[in-house]
Nanobody, 125 residues
Framework: VQLVESGGGSVPARGSLRFSCAASGHTYSSGSMGWVRQAPGKECEGVATVYRGGGRTYYADSVKGRFTISQDNAKNTVYLQMNDQEPEDTAMYYC???????????????????WGQGTQVTVSS
């Protein structure tokens, strides 16, 4: 599976950005896709996850109500809409994918099988 991200960039606080992540190769119709971010000096954080088979989603507490993950299964593409952004959202964002769905929680970092190249988001105060 190959993951190609687009979007990202710089935005002032309270601004909005939208990412997309297109999957190719052996994509899994019952798999999961999501976004993970890493800010300088901080641990990686799972931001949002969507189950491709049913649309169920998980969000990190830090982004609930501000970020929305969505998908277009016909295009094997996942989107992340980020609204009301904060300087704390500044990070490198990575698209990730894995087969299947974990019932009770989002995937941990080591449970993602495939990764995109990453895209930088900078939110200025």
């Amino acid at each position: 599976v190959q993951l190609v991200e687009s979007g990202g960039g710089s935005v002032p606080a309270r601004g909005s950005l939208r990412f997309s992540c297109a999957a190719s190769g052996h994509t899994y119709s019952s798999g999961s896709m999501g976004w993970v971010r890493q800010a300088p000096g901080k641990e990686c954080e799972g931001v949002a996850t969507v189950y491709r088979g049913g649309g169920r989603t998980y969000y990190a507490d830090s982004v609930k109500g501000r970020f929305t993950i969505s998908q277009d299964n016909a295009k094997n593409t996942v989107y992340l809409q980020m609204n009301d952004q904060e300087p704390e959202d500044t990070a490198m964002y990575y698209c990730a994918a894995r087969p299947g769905w974990i019932l009770s929680r989002p995937p941990r970092l080591y449970e993602w099988n495939y990764w995109g190249q990453g895209t930088q988001v900078t939110v200025s105060s």
